[in-house]
């Protein structure tokens, strides 16, 4: 993004919609800083192709031919569907912001519609692929407390459906385990996941060698010097794990939370107590593993029925 191309007095603006949607809580930094760049990018368009940048008495001028040129030029240079709606969903807040704030009203922008696309749906592995990855993650002769470290990470991912950074930011002082686990998630919210025997216990098992001691307030999960464990140590680990076992890329940390919500779906699980266990805000969010156990359910018909 060439700030350049940003009227000095429109990029005021941005920072103000920015900073009232933090005040406002419910976003993640991650979120803010992905909002800043892209309607910082689609402002820096509009400079590009105006030959000056926009201040904001012109920005209720921009029009179809606009926005047309503005998402043929995201799509030519590889931003797919899904990322361009994405990116036109945080500029169309943002000009929903200015008309309701500023009174500075962009018809065009906001009545844009979205590219089209098909929901990619997640791919969890199997039950038993899972096992045997925590399984061998956790044998490193190497380095054996680490290898124990992240079998009782993964086993957490999948055993609780936590996204690798909400594993990453609990402390010493909330072990031992509860029977309940409380989760700070996205957006500050809070949700309560229960905690089954085999999470507590590999998490048990990790502390009894972990050479590092720690208060309360010290990360639960450490590096090899004692600090925060990196989120990248993890993933690697279980990419090296994934290639001794043959299991395909698609097999990341992330993969043990889609895990945990479609194994729990077979099993018979209610789709709102999956929601609240994986802490979406939206119904819909959670509706997709529907999908995931409906696809996989056809793969079974098609290879085992003899008409297929």
């Known amino acids: 993004m060439d700030d350049r191309l940003i009227d000095s007095a429109t990029r005021v603006l941005l920072d103000r919609w920015l900073g009232a949607l933090s005040a406002t809580g419910g976003r993640s930094e991650n979120t803010l800083v992905a909002y800043r760049r892209d309607v910082g990018e689609f402002l820096a368009f ?36 899904r990322s361009l709606a994405r990116s036109l969903s945080a500029v169309k807040s943002f000009f929903r912001w200015l008309g309701d704030d500023e009174g500075i009203d962009s018809p065009a922008v906001l009545a844009t519609r979205a590219p089209g696309f098909a929901p990619s749906l997640p791919r969890p592995i199997p039950a038993s692929d899972a096992d045997s990855l925590i399984s061998t993650i956790g044998n490193r002769p190497d380095r054996p407390w ?46 309560r996941v229960p905690v089954l025997p085999v999470v507590r216990d590999a998490v048990d098992a990790y502390l009894a060698v972990c050479p590092h001691p720690g208060d309360a307030r010290s990360p639960l999960f450490v590096g090899v010097r004692g600090g925060p464990l990196n989120p ?72 085992a029925h003899p008409k297929a």
């Open 146 to 191: 680490t290898g124990v470290r992240d079998a009782a990470l993964v086993t957490l991912l999948y055993g609780c459906g936590l996204r690798i950074s909400e594993a990453l930011a609990l402390r010493r002082g909330d072990v031992p385990l509860a029977d309940v686990l409380v989760v700070t998630g996205k957006g500050g919210r809070q949700r």
């Open 232 to 303: 990248r140590m993890t993933r690697k680990a279980m990419e090296t794990a994934r290639l001794q076992l043959g299991l395909p890329a698609r097999t990341t940390p992330h993969a043990m939370r889609h895990a945990f919500a479609t194994h729990l779906l077979s099993a018979g699980g209610d789709l709102r107590t999956i929601q609240e266990l994986l802490g979406h805000r939206s119904l819909s969010t959670t509706q997709i593993y529907t999908a995931v156990d409906k696809s996989r359910l056809l793969d079974v018909y098609r290879s």
């Open 46 to 81: 509009l400079g590009r192709h105006h030959g000056a940048p926009i201040a904001p008495e012109r920005l209720p001028e921009i029009d179809r031919g606009d926005m047309r040129s503005w998402m043929a030029s995201e799509r030519s240079r590889g931003v797919s569907a």
